[in-house]
């Protein structure tokens, strides 16, 4: 089975800061990748994701996410959060049926 | 959003009752999934299925039975709830992995035993 870590379970920010939420998973077959955010009481909403292809991919909102497969990471990067940015972010990988999500990191951005 | 409603979305119960939860889907998705959301352990997978009547174990199975007598529904049952289900389930839809289709969430399930 494949595992996903997520290294901050929770990040403090100030609005208008950059951040970078770290995903590290464990294959050495291709896989996809996906980031999913999660507001309060909601379920998860699809925010980016990696097939094939260039290795940066982007969000409508601003997010942006590098696949690097020599460190098997997909960390997910934003250059000036906003206060609606305020949410839980889950790193996901997909290998064919089977997804497997990490523990989620709370992105807190304060004013 | 591939359509997919949960129901109830909110329900408490005592120790020892079943319960069955219900995922109903309007996309025609052939895989459903049951997860259980837990501070600390991100999204676990309980059930998978991959077709009518077509099930399999996921991660965390124990107490848990699923059935899909039809595409749309999938149902997931705790046999008899214990205090270490209470939990947030979603179900969750795929409808072809071989292009890497997304997998899409319902609105969840906030279950409480006590």
């Known amino acids: 089975a494949q595992s996903v870590t997520q290294l901050d379970s929770q990040v403090p920010v100030f609005e208008e800061a950059p951040v970078e939420l770290r995903c590290n998973y464990s294959?050495?077959?291709?896989?996809?990748l996906f980031w999913y955010v999660q507001y309060p009481n909601q379920g998860l909403q699809l925010l980016l994701k990696y097939l094939s292809g260039s290795t940066l991919v982007e969000s409508i909102n601003g997010f942006e996410a590098e696949f690097n497969k020599s460190q098997t990471s997909f960390h997910l990067r934003k250059p000036s959060v906003h206060i609606s940015d305020t949410a839980e972010y889950f790193c996901a990988v997909g290998n064919f049926n089977k997804f497997y999500f990490g523990s989620g990191t709370k992105l807190n951005v304060k004013p | 959003d591939a359509g997919i409603t949960q129901s109830p979305r909110h329900k408490v119960t005592e120790t020892g009752t079943p319960v069955t939860l219900r995922c109903h889907q309007t996309?025609?998705?052939?895989?459903m999934y049951w997860y259980r959301q837990d501070p600390g352990h991100g999204l676990r997978l309980i059930h998978y299925s991959y077709g009518v009547k077509d099930t399999d174990k996921g991660e965390v199975s124990d107490g848990y039975s699923v059935s899909r007598s039809k595409t749309e529904d999938f149902l997931l049952t705790l046999e008899s709830a214990t205090s270490s289900q209470t939990s947030v389930y979603f179900c969750a839809t795929l409808q072809d992995p071989d292009s890497g289709n997304t997998i899409y969430f319902g609105e969840g399930s906030w279950l409480t035993v006590v």
């Open positions: 294959s050495s077959v291709s896989v996809y």
């Open positions: 996309e025609n998705h052939r895989y």
